[in-house]
Nanobody
Framework: QVQLVESGGGLVQAGGSLRLSCAAS????????MGWFRQVPGKEREIVAALSWSGSSFFYADSVQGRFTVSRDNAKNTGYLQMNSLKPEDTAVYYC?????????????????WGQGTQVTVSS
């Protein structure tokens, strides 16, 4: 089992920045792929970014490419999502999740472990 807790969400103006954190406990976090997803009411959960356990392989959704950066510190069992140049359409609940490979990264059902989510609201 892996337990995940997100933090760092909040209200920010368009063009601003936030950094989300995902603190992991339980089984070795450093052996898992980490994914960040987001969801707005009435829509499906969508992938934002993913990072391999080593940090050498990564994925970004087109909508955040160049603005968001995913990273991790395995020594601290913590993952991060740095979000810059935020837009109102980035408003969502953001979740971190983990899985044990880099396959089917964009599919939420492939991730067995999830955090509770943190709200990000970007005002125009």
């Amino acid at each position: 089992q892996v337990q995940l807790v997100e933090s760092g969400g909040g209200l920010v103006q368009a063009g601003g920045s936030l950094r989300l954190s995902c603190a992991a406990s339980g089984r070795a976090f450093n052996s898992y792929t980490m994914g960040w997803f987001r969801q707005v009411p009435g829509k499906e959960r969508e992938i934002v970014a993913a990072l391999s356990w080593s940090g050498s392989s990564f994925f970004y959704a087109d909508s955040v490419q160049g603005r968001f950066t995913v990273s991790r510190d395995n020594a601290k069992n913590t993952g991060y999502l740095q979000m810059n140049s935020l837009k109102p359409e980035d408003t969502a609940v953001y979740y971190c999740a983990t899985k044990n490979d880099m396959l089917r990264l964009t599919t939420p059902s492939e991730y067995p472990y999830w955090g509770q989510g943190t709200q990000v609201t970007v005002s125009s």
